[in-house]
Each structure stands twice: as C-alpha cells, then as structure tokens.
C-alpha cells in the first residue's frame, strides 16, 4: 500500500479541509455531518477530478504524450479539470461531450464548465446521447495518432485503476486527519458516479482496516449496476496496488434512490439540498452529483439512518461550476 511507487503530479491542494457543519446539523437535528472539503483540490475551482488526474496525467507525461482525449456529458466536471491539466503541462486537450440530458438551454451548452473547457484551450466536440463514446474516443486517437500524435486516452471520469489511486490517498488523508483530531468516523457519504471516487475510497479503507462503512449515492446508474461497478474497479485497482484481495463485494453499497428524472437532471430534493448548504454553511454545491449526494444525505438523516450521535462525513466532490449551466433550473 505504497502509494509512492507510482507515478504522480503534486498539483491538487491538499490536504483537503474537514469542516463541521454546525448549523446544516442543527436544522436536521443530527447527526454531525463534517465536509471533507474536496471541491477546494484547485485546478480550474476544483473538485474529485483533481486527485485521478495527479496519476493519470503523470502516466501521460512520463508516456511522453503530447495530446489528451477524454470524454463526459456536456457539463462534465472531469473535461474541465482535465482541460486544466493540460493547459497547465502544454498538452493539447481534446474533449467529447455527450448530450446525456437533452437540454437544449443555452447555458446547459455554453455556461459553466463548456464555458471553462474552452478558455483552458480545449476544444469541444458534441455527441448525440447513446453515443459509443468509448469507440469515439479510439476513432479520434487513431486519426491523431495517423498525424504524428502521441495520444493519452482518460476514460470518462477518470475512473480506472490509475484514477482510483487518487481516492486511495484521499483515504489515507482522511482517516489520518480523523485520527489527529481525535474524531471517530462513523460513516463516510459521497456521490459515485463513473465509480471512481468510491473504488478508491473503499480500496484505501479497507487496506488501512478503517472499519468505516462507506455509502455512494448514485447519480446515474441502478443500484445493482452502480455496486457492481465500483466493485470491479476497487478489485482492479487493489490488484494495481499489490493487495488483490482487500475489497469483498459486501463492502461496496450504494443507494441509488436519488437518481431522480435520469442523469444530470436535478430533482426538487436536489434544489433544495444545494440551498440547505448554501444558506446555511454558505457551500455551494452542483446539481448533477454533490446536490444529488447530498440530497441522499440529508433524505437519510431525516429518515433516522444515522444515530443522532454519530459523526457523518461527506465528501464533498465538487461541481459548483456546474451551476451556471443550470441557471434555468433554479429561476423556474
Ligand atoms: C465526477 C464527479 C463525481 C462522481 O465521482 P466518480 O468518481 O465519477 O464516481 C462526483 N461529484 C462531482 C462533482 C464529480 O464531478
């Protein structure tokens, strides 16, 4: 468990801060619910994105890459912090948006990360929604490669056993704060969507014997699918890491009970989780992922899954960039 060994850019902000949220707990009347402050990572505002692509982008860097491909849905968080990065490392940075809503707003198009991918230099290509993106990334590569290039292809998300190194550390800094603040975690929540960010936390966890149950709130996919998901990735990235066998499929839960109308489509319950946070802790959060975690959090807390005494830290994934994409949806 030696992060170490693999090769990493020192360009995140960490460690991230472990904030109490005094009155947001208050107002649901406990349990304690603590911020683990990953929106604050730097890079292009920030977010999880940041902590996959210290390891991703020292693979493209030591593979001597000279362009990157990656790809996520039109307001993806991950386009526009891997846009960052290749900014920031001279690379060029072609980025594949899908339309996985349907929107036809002009600032679900144009606003918010599309707006931040372009003045990082990136260039944006859009994709009817079902799109193989997968293949239109290797179709991409094979034409730059055919030009000379020397393509670094990240899947969408970040998510695979590279990235998910990223979360392993944000586990190792997590529980080592906890421990010097003589905090006892009761639960960890975070959003999971592409699965990086829980395979990694789960894989890191369980290495260290943590025994801290963690909870993903799915943002896209059903429950079996989202678990079966992250699983296969903590698996492959415990592989990676040289402990095969630390992750069991009992430890990866999800409830995707809060998907709402369909992927990045925020529900009432997500309106109203991001101005719980904003009003009261002066947070912002985003309505495609950190709302829609923490709707699921804050649905909990009142249905009295947590023990009034129990300390709840939640991940805080970032994507507030995501808001002026949906200026829309908050002036209805
Ligand atoms: C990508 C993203 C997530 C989901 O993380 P995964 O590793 O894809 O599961 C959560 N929150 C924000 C803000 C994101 O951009």
Not at 262 to 284: M, N, Q, S, V, W
């Amino acid at each position: 468990m030696h992060l170490a060994k693999f090769p990493r850019l020192f360009m995140a902000h960490l460690p991230t801060r472990l904030e109490k949220l005094s009155r947001l707990s208050q107002a649901l009347n406990g349990p304690t619910i603590w911020l683990k402050r990953d929106d604050c990572t730097g890079m292009s505002t920030g977010g999880n994105k940041t902590r996959k692509l210290e390891f991703l982008m020292a693979e493209a860097v030591e593979q001597k890459a000279d362009c990157v491909i990656t790809q996520g849905a039109t307001q993806s968080n991950h386009a526009r912090q891997t846009a960052a990065f290749s900014a920031k490392l001279g690379m060029a940075c072609h980025i594949l948006l899908e339309d996985r809503t349907g929107s036809n707003k002009d600032a679900y198009k144009n606003n918010g990360n599309v707006l931040l991918d372009h003045l990082h230099g990136a260039t944006t290509k859009t994709f009817v929604g079902g799109t193989d993106m997968i293949q239109a990334m290797e179709d991409l590569a094979e034409t730059l490669r055919a030009k000379g290039q020397n393509v670094y292809v990240i899947p969408g998300g970040g998510s695979n056993p590279t990235g998910a190194l990223g979360y392993v550390n944000c586990a190792y800094e997590l529980v080592g704060q906890a421990n010097d603040m003589g905090l006892e975690i009761d639960h960890i929540v975070t959003a999971t969507g592409s699965a990086g960010t829980q395979a990694g936390l789960i894989v890191g966890l369980k290495a260290i014997h943590a025994q801290i149950p963690l909870l993903g709130i799915g943002v896209r996919a059903p429950k079996d699918k989202q678990e079966e998901n992250v699983f296969k990735l903590a698996q492959a990235t415990a592989q990676k890491l040289g402990c095969p066998d630390v992750v069991s499929r009992a430890d990866v839960v999800a409830n995707c009970d809060y998907v709402g109308k369909g992927y990045g489509i925020p529900g009432e319950d997500t309106l109203e989780a991001i101005r719980l946070f904003a009003t009261l802790e002066g947070i912002l959060l985003d309505p495609v992922y950190s709302g829609k975690g923490a709707a699921g959090l804050i649905d909990l807390c009142r249905k009295g899954h947590f023990k009034q005494s129990d300390n709840v830290v939640f991940l805080h994934t970032g994507g507030s960039a995501g808001l002026f994409g949906y200026i829309d949806d908050f002036n209805k």
